[in-house]
């Protein structure tokens, strides 16, 4: 089993930056795939980032080229660095964990989440 706490969130012009940072706690994090949701009021889960445990990594159009995920397996802690962020980057941002080695883009298929940090972009 893994913990999850996201940081790093809060309110940032368009067009600037932010970096997330979700932090495991447990021994096997290393072996788990990560990834990166969004959510706002009204609106399903959205999919942002994807890595494996071995590095494999995955955007959806609507952030790639922007948004970097990446992960520390000594630090047990996954990043997402978000640039060039617009008002509809504008959601609660939630990490998730698979124990089961699924590495794709379907909530349903994660094991663990972490209680989600605002991220407010202003235009």
């Known amino acids: 089993q893994v913990q999850l706490v996201e940081s790093g969130g809060g309110l940032v012009q368009a067009g600037g930056s932010r970096r997330l940072s979700c932090a495991a706690a447990?021994?096997?994090?290393?072996?788990?795939?990560m990834a990166w949701f969004r959510q706002t009021p009204g609106k399903e889960r959205e999919f942002v980032a994807a890595?494996?445990?071995?590095?494999?990594?995955d955007y959806p159009d609507s952030v790639k080229g922007r948004f970097t995920i990446s992960r520390d397996n000594a630090a047990n802690t996954v990043y997402l660095q978000m640039n060039s962020l617009k008002p509809e980057d504008t959601a609660v941002y939630y990490c998730?964990?698979?124990?089961?080695?699924?590495?794709?883009?379907?909530?349903?298929?994660?094991?663990?989440w972490g209680q989600g940090t605002q991220v407010t972009v202003s235009s």
């Open positions: 998730a964990a698979a124990a089961s080695g699924y590495n794709g883009r379907l909530e349903n298929q994660y094991d663990y």
């Open positions: 447990g021994r096997t994090f290393r072996r788990y795939n």
């Open positions: 890595i494996s445990w071995s590095g494999n990594i």
